[in-house]
Antibody, heavy 121, light 110 residues
């Protein structure tokens, strides 16, 4: 089965850092770009950022509100993408989803189940 | 800052047809924004319905269709069913690897 599984969420104090993982299976991970999306409790989806496949440079782009604090990376040998969040704020609380960018389409076709991050003293 | 607009809520009768829209705070949505649509029920991950304006994602029922209506992207549900009651989000591709989601529409089927 083609799937993405996020892990690494939890309760974190403000100001700390956290690294979330997105592990892929069932497809050639290195051929695809990966996007991170978050959802604050009771709120809508927010696009956070995107990392290209190595074939397209493996570079990342970020939404303006998170640029500088969030870092997306990937390890194709392990079929894993990462989202590191530094200087966590209470407003970073929410569910973090990773998604696969569809081939030849500017959209997302496969979604993980999400991992909850709670930032609280 | 670009804001993608959606109706906060909508209702439809079972078997009815409803059209949800996705606009821009400034300017018009065209196919160049590659609008896509996602459905989410509470506690679940989103699932992809439509991409590139009007292409149906694998597994999406054919009662869902996408289009451009005037200056907005649109998602039409023809023959709404009870389990269509959920939140619907559109996303627009802004170029340079940047996407923006709309605020979502809560659809009630009653």
């Amino acid at each position: 089965d083609v799937q993405l599984v996020e892990s690494g969420g939890g309760l974190v104090q403000p100001g700390r850092s956290l690294k979330i993982s997105c592990t892929a299976s069932g497809f050639t991970f290195g051929d695809y770009a990966v996007t991170w999306v978050r959802q604050a409790p009771g709120k809508g989806l927010e696009w956070i950022g995107f990392i290209r496949s190595k074939a397209y440079g493996g570079t990342a782009e970020y939404a303006a509100p998170v640029k500088g604090r969030f870092t997306i990376s990937r390890d194709d040998s392990k079929s894993v993408a990462y989202l590191q969040v530094d200087s966590l704020k209470t407003e970073d609380t929410g569910v973090y989803f990773c998604t696969r960018r569809a081939v030849a389409a500017w959209a997302f076709d496969i979604w993980g189940q999400g991992t909850m991050v709670t930032v609280s003293p | 800052q670009t804001v993608v607009t959606q109706e906060p809520s909508f209702s439809v009768s079972p078997g009815g047809t409803v059209t949800l829209t996705c606009g821009l705070s400034s300017g018009s949505v065209s196919t160049n924004y590659y609008p896509s649509w996602y459905q989410q029920t509470p506690g679940q991950a989103p699932r992809t319905l439509i991409y590139s304006t009007n292409s149906r994602s694998s597994g999406a029922p054919d009662r869902f269709s996408g289009s451009i209506l005037g200056n907005k992207a649109a998602l039409t549900i023809t023959g709404a069913q009870a389990d269509d009651e959920s939140d619907f989000y559109c996303a627009l591709y802004m170029g340079s690897g940047i996407w923006v989601f709309g605020g979502g529409t809560k659809l009630t089927v009653l």
